[in-house]
């Protein structure tokens, strides 16, 4: 096996949980409530069920194929070459997907701070650092995901802790005004984000112990859902109508904190400490690629190409998307079909293949 | 500004090749190669990328095939 280093339970769960929340705070609010409106908070829910499933099925596969992640169980499932073009149709779509999330960093950042630096070099850097992580393998991300996140999480709850003051119930009212249909088609995008579970296959083969692994799959989609709703009604209950039309409202927020009038200015605590997750975020996601990409090719190890393939999703974050606008719009129209194909049908065609060939199998043999 | 940033982009190229190298001679041939061809890529779609920025992209491509669904939400 290529990585030696081992994870936990806990370390997988919020591994996961960063790799789906860490932008999905950022970006959701603004487009769930482009068609859900006040029933924002609903969406996630929805879109909680994409989630479970796809840890269903990735479990099921991982218990069929112990030891083995997405790229080489679906080899031996497919055959040689059809599992080579779908894992290559896999991992181009994981490489697009890290350009994506580097490019989600950037724009942030760029917005809420650095106003006329080139995004290059904002993506450029934590690609760097992050590259540094993804050479320590597994284990360092891994730590890194126990340190930080309580951290990162405390701060998502402090933000609205300070604004009870500010918070208007009523904003949440009326409840469902047109029926349920507004909030399924906001679930679109939270749909998408959670997809991302399918990212897991890469990292249970590295647990120590891998007896309970749906439970703590489980657990890591609940709470990022539950992270997303809180987030989703937060904003609500902050700005009301208006959350539409706020890019980042979750930065808004954290700017409109004021206690006592001398503990102001926070936003920029805020996103020192969103970084953290962020880089969590990132560094999982460089290291999937990596890895799968190594895999992929059959390679003894992939610590040399850690380098020239962040090269590469710095290419890819600048090429695939021409503007900010162009990405939030992508985000509620084609995006989320684009990752579900990927990460949910995928998935589902290596089951039921396996599944078949398994019955088959066993049939002939006495 | 062309030539600068194709000069940038190879000399940032260039400085990764030369950190990976020498650790690369203990590996097999086959990781020389695909560290070779992934290097060439790189280069390729960077200079490309610094002629052309308006090249279009695999984005373009995502667009194209899933925009019918848009229709059906």
């Known amino acids: ?366 | 500004m062309k030539i600068g940033g194709i000069l940038g982009v190879t000399v940032i190229l260039v400085l990764i090749f030369l950190y990976q190298w020498p650790k690369l001679n203990k590996n097999g041939r086959k990781v020389k190669i695909t560290f070779f061809l992934l290097m060439l890529l790189n280069w390729v779609l960077a200079v490309l990328l610094v002629i052309f920025p308006e090249m279009p992209g695999p984005g373009q491509l995502i667009d194209f095939i899933y925009k019918s669904f848009e229709t059906f939400w």
């Not at chain 1, 293949?353 to 043999?365: C, E, H, P």
């Open chain 1, 1 to 366: 096996m290529i990585e030696k280093g081992r994870i936990s339970y806990l370390e997988l769960a919020l591994i996961m949980y960063a790799t789906v929340v860490a932008t999905a705070i950022l970006y959701i609010p603004y487009v769930t409530s482009q068609h859900a409106k006040r029933d924002l908070w609903l969406s996630p829910i929805w879109g909680s069920l994409s989630g479970f499933l796809i840890v269903m099925i990735i479990v099921k596969l991982s218990k069929l194929y112990p030891g083995k992640t997405l790229i080489e169980y679906g080899e031996l499932i497919l055959g040689r070459t059809l599992g080579k073009i779908i894992s290559f149709i896999y991992l181009f779509f994981l490489l697009h997907d890290t350009a994506i999330a580097f490019r989600e960093y950037g724009e942030f950042i760029e917005s809420a701070f650095l106003h006329k630096t080139p995004i290059i070099f904002v993506t450029g850097s934590i690609a760097l650092s992050c590259a540094i992580a993804v050479h320590g393998g597994i284990e360092t991300i891994g730590r890194c995901a126990t340190i930080f996140l309580p951290i990162v999480l405390a701060l998502y709850i402090l933000i609205y802790v300070f604004l009870i003051p500010d918070l208007n119930v009523k904003n949440i009212f009326p409840i469902m005004q047109d029926g349920i249909m507004p909030s399924i088609k906001g679930s679109i995008a939270p749909h998408a984000w959670l997809s991302q579970f399918s990212l897991m296959s890469f990292l249970i083969p590295f647990l120590t112990n891998q007896q309970k692994v749906m439970k703590w799959g489980m657990f890591s989609v609940i709470a990022s859902v539950l992270t997303m709703v809180f987030i989703n009604l937060g904003n609500l209950l902050l700005f009301g109508g208006i959350i539409s039309n706020l890019y980042f409202p979750v930065f808004e927020a954290a700017r409109f904190i004021s206690v006592g009038s001398f503990f102001e200015h926070i936003e920029s605590m805020v996103i020192a400490f969103w970084v953290l997750g962020g880089f969590v975020q990132l560094s999982s996601f460089f290291y999937m690629l990596t890895l799968g990409t190594s895999q992929w090719l059959t390679l003894p190890s992939y610590k040399q190409f850690v380098l020239p393939i962040g090269f590469l999703i710095i290419i890819f974050s600048v090429w695939s998307i021409p503007s900010f606008e162009e990405m939030i719009q992508g985000m509620g129209t084609t995006m989320p079909f684009y990752f579900l194909t990927v990460q949910l049908l995928i998935p589902v065609l290596l089951l039921g293949v396996a599944v078949i060939r398994r019955k088959r199998s066993n049939s002939f043999l006495p």
